[in-house]
C-alpha cells in the first residue's frame, strides 16, 4: 500500500514475508499466492507491499539469473504486490526448529554477509517498480556483541566499505538506489541508537543508515523523539523502519504474570528481555530471566514480535503505544524521515497454542488485521492513501 506524506513524499507500507517458511523461489512464489495475494484482497488494497525474505540460495540463483527475475517480478504484478524493500537480516534456515544466536551469523566480518546483501540489493534493483524512489535492505546489526573482537571491527569497517561501493556499481549500472540499513537489535554488538551512532560513524550514510524496528526501540525502553535526534546527530537516516510491538509485563513478579510469559518461552527464536533500570538489566533470553536472570522489581520488555493491532491475554501488554510513538516521530511531522514501513511479525507460528493462527486463511486474516492498523494508524497522522 502507498500513503503519501504532507512533504509529497511516499510511504510504502508492506509486510515482511520472513514470517513464511519458504527458501527457493518456487517456494517464495507459492507463498506470494498463499498469503500476500489474499492479505491485499482482504485490505481491498489495489497493490500490496510485501518485504521479502531470500535466503542465501534464493538470493544468489536470482542474482545469478535475469530469467528468474523476470519471473518473480511478473508474479508479483499478476498478483498486485510490489516491493521496495527485501529482508536480509536471516540468512538461511530462519524455520529451523531452533534458530536463537544462528540469526546473527554470518555478520559483517565476513565476506559472505557482504556477497548476500550485494546480491540481494541487484535483485530488488531489478524489482523495484519504475516509480519508486528507492529500494531498501535491512541487515544484522554488525553481529551477536560475543564474540566480537578488536580485530572484527576492523574487518566489518572494511567490509561495510565495500557494500557501499558495491551498492554504487549497482546504481551506475541499473539507475536504481538501493540503500541498507543495520537494524539495532538486544544483544548485538549495535544494540541501541547511541551505539549506531558510535560504530557506523565512518559509513557511507548516502547508502548505508538504520533500519529502525519498533519492537528493538521499545525492549531498550529507548524514547523515539531522542533516539531519532541521536540518530540525526550522527549525520545517519533511518532506510526503512519495521513496524512491530514487543511483549510489556508490567509486574513480572506476579506468579500470574510469571506464568502467563512462560507460555511465549518457546525453542525457535531468541527472546531478549530489558527490565526497566537506568540502564535496563539484561537477559538473552525469556527461560533464563524466568529462571532468575533479572530481579523482576520493574516492568519487563519482552523482544517478542506479537501482533500490532491485538492485545495478549491480561495481564500482559505490548508496547503499542511505543509502536505509535515511533511511527509518529518518523512521519507525524512536517517532514518525512522514511519513506518504507515493513510490518514484522515473524512469529505467528510461536504465539502461545490458544492465541496462535489455525486454519486456511487465518494467518492472512492476521497480517490484514496488522496492516490495517498500522495504515489507520499512518493516516491519522496525516497521511493519505493513494493508488500506485
Known amino acids: 500500500m502507498r500513503l503519501l506524506h504532507p512533504d509529497g513524499t ?38 500490496l507491499g510485501v518485504g521479502l525474505w531470500l535466503a542465501r540460495d534464493a538470493a544468489a540463483a536470482l542474482a545469478a539469473d535475469d530469467g528468474a527475475v523476470g519471473r518473480l517480478r511478473r508474479e508479483l504484478t499478476a498478483r498486485g504486490l510490489e516491493v521496495v524493500t527485501l529482508n536480509g537480516f536471516p540468512y538461511r534456515g530462519f524455520h529451523d526448529p531452533v534458530v536463537k544466536h544462528a540469526v546473527y551469523r554470518p555478520d559483517w566480518a565476513t565476506p559472505d554477509r557482504l556477497h548476500y546483501t550485494l546480491d540481494l540489493a541487484r535483485v530488488l534493483a531489478a524489482l523495484l517498480p519504475d516509480d519508486a524512489a528507492h529500494g531498501s535492505v535491512s541487515t544484522v546489526p554488525l553481529g551477536w ?20 561501493g558495491g551498492l554504487a556499481v549497482i546504481a551506475g549500472e541499473t539507475g536504481r ?12 554488538v549495535v544494540e541501541t541508537t547511541a551505539e549506531a ?11 548505508i543508515g538504520v533500519c529502525l524496528d519498533a519492537c528493538h526501540l521499545a525492549v531498550g525502553f529507548e524514547e523515539p523523539a531522542a533516539a531519532l535526534a541521536r540518530l540525526d546527530t550522527a549525520g545517519l537516516t533511518v532506510v526503512k523502519t519495521q513496524a512491530s510491538c514487543a511483549l510489556q509485563a508490567a509486574d513480572p513478579s506476579d506468579p500470574a504474570t510469571r506464568a502467563a510469559l512462560a507460555r511465549f518461552a518457546e525453542p525457535r527464536f531468541l527472546h531478549q528481555v530489558r527490565e526497566r533500570s ?21 516492568a519487563w520488555r519482552v523482544h517478542f514480535h506479537v501482533p500490532l493491532h491485538a492485545d495478549p491475554e491480561p495481564p500482559l501488554t505490548t508496547t503499542r503505544p511505543a509502536l505509535e510513538a515511533t511511527l509518529a516521530a518518523l512521519l507525524g511531522g512536517n517532514t518525512a524521515r522514511t519513506a518504507h514501513v515493513e510490518a514484522e511479525t515473524y512469529t505467528w507460528g510461536v504465539l502461545p497454542e490458544a492465541v496462535r493462527p489455525q486454519g486456511p486463511g487465518a494467518l492472512a486474516d492476521g497480517i490484514a488485521a496488522e496492516l490495517s492498523f498500522t495504515r489507520d494508524h499512518l493516516i491519522s497522522l496525516g497521511l493519505k492513501e493513494v493508488a500506485p
Open 177 to 188: 538506489t538501493i540503500k541498507v540499513g543495520l537494524e539495532p537489535e538486544p544483544g548485538c
Open 10 to 47: 511516499v510511504v510504502h507500507l508492506a509486510y515482511c514475508t520472513n514470517v513464511h517458511p519458504a527458501e527457493d523461489l518456487d517456494g517464495v512464489l507459492a507463498q506470494l499466492a498463499l498469503h500476500a495475494q489474499p492479505v491485499r484482497e482482504r485490505l481491498g488494497a489495489a497493490v
Open 145 to 164: 556483541r560475543t564474540p566480537w573482537t578488536a580485530g572484527q571491527a576492523d574487518e566489518a569497517a572494511r567490509t561495510l566499505e565495500a557494500l557501499a
Open 278 to 298: 537506568a540502564p535496563p538489566r539484561a537477559v538473552d533470553d525469556l527461560d533464563a530471566a524466568l529462571a532468575g536472570g533479572l530481579p523482576g522489581r520493574d
Open 197 to 207: 551512532a558510535r560504530h557506523l560513524a565512518r559509513v557511507d550514510t548516502d547508502r
